[in-house]
């Protein structure tokens, strides 16, 4: 029998879908767009929630992987239309497959880097450290003038997918959507394996895990690695929709918006990064149409939910039941 919180999972993973399909019918691509935004935001958020949720890993570096995949996707897609070498005479590419798998690459291979030095400390030390990473990144990226500096750098025509016309809004969300889905039951068999549980018990007692032969770190540092690629690949995908990769990505606000993400849908819940994004995309649309100062309002939602949803959405609707 179907719980609360997996009846809203379907509801959510049903809406996403529903509501472009129906705003492209109706001729409304804008809308189409707000939701190719919430499922990128989300891929992100879900990235960081392997870590966060399952792990305990406070992260603020997060941004760097989100603007790391975004970079690799502006750089490929600059050098395959210029036809300027950009490795060993390689020329970069357009295609989205291959920019995929660099990105998360790349994004994957700073982690590991990055996770080496920040999990050897914990709590507060651990944040701060993978904040100064972040930034680290974020000041070569504006200083970098080969490829844009503080100016960003520009996309001029979206990266393609084998047999699929992605200039076409509609097709896009699609990709995108398939993509988290895809990444969503990644996070499903993680929780369910042996190293997820590895992970959440580092989470709760570190001591105890290592008492029975597993390795705290080692465990952590995998789970943060693959995180960051996560991001990585949201940020290729959030570079193609703009058509443009901005420093912004880069910056310790996005690492501020993944967490906001998560605390809003549900920390540790399966799609909780998507309820989230879902809400903050919603609030940004509606709120910001009202005030430039639309965030005073989100951070108000985002202060009753700590004090008294502290299961995020999902865990309103979900009460007390299992999380799905």
């Known amino acids: 029998m179907l719980n609360r919180e997996t009846i809203a999972n379907l509801v959510l993973a049903a809406l996403l879908l529903a509501v472009p399909l129906a705003a492209n019918a109706f001729g409304q691509p804008f809308y189409v767009t707000l939701a190719t935004r919430v499922a990128i935001l989300a891929l992100a958020a879900a990235g960081l929630n392997l870590a966060l949720g399952l792990g305990g890993l406070v ?4 941004a760097a992987f989100f603007g790391l995949g975004g970079y690799a996707a502006g750089i490929l897609a600059t050098h395959a239309f210029s036809g300027d070498p950009l490795l060993f005479g390689w020329t970069g590419t357009n295609q989205m497959p291959v920019i995929w798998l660099v990105a998360m690459l790349v994004a994957g291979l ?3 880097f990055i996770g080496l030095i920040s999990l050897r400390t914990s709590g507060v ?17 504006i200083s970098w003038p ?8 520009s996309i001029l025509v979206r990266n393609q997918f084998p047999g699929v016309n992605t200039m076409k809004p509609v097709s896009f969300f699609l990709i995108c959507y398939g993509v988290l889905i895809t990444a969503l039951a990644f996070f499903v068999l993680v929780r369910a394996s042996r190293f997820g549980s590895a992970l959440q018990a580092a989470r709760q007692n570190e001591v105890r895990v290592a008492t029975v032969g597993i390795a705290p770190y080692r465990i952590r540092l995998t789970a943060f690695a693959v995180s960051a690629a996560i991001t990585g690949l949201a940020g290729a995908l959030f570079a193609d929709l703009n058509r443009f990769v901005s420093p912004s990505m880069l910056s310790w606000h996005m690492s501020g918006e993944l967490i906001v993400l998560i605390i809003l849908g549900g920390t540790g819940r399966l799609f909780g990064p998507l309820a989230g994004a879902a809400l903050f995309v ?7 149409g009202l005030t430039e100062r639309w965030q005073f309002f989100l951070g108000l939602i985002l202060l009753g939910t700590v004090l008294f949803a502290r299961g995020g ?10 999380h799905g």
């Not at 080969?146 to 750098?153: C, I, P, Q, W």
């Not at 919603?282 to 910001?288: C, H, K, P, T």
């Not at 959405?313 to 299992?322: M, Q, S, V």
Request: without cysteine; charged residues 10%; aromatic residues 20%.
């Open 125 to 141: 030390y651990f944040i701060m450290i993978t904040l100064a990473f972040a930034q680290m990144v974020y000041y070569f990226a």
């Open 146 to 153: 080969a490829y844009g500096g503080e100016d960003g750098l």
């Open 110 to 112: 700073v982690g590991l």
């Open 313 to 322: 959405l999902l865990g309103l609707l979900a009460g007390k039941a299992r």
């Open 282 to 288: 919603v609030f940004e649309y509606v709120l910001g």
């Open 59 to 62: 992260s603020f570096g997060h």
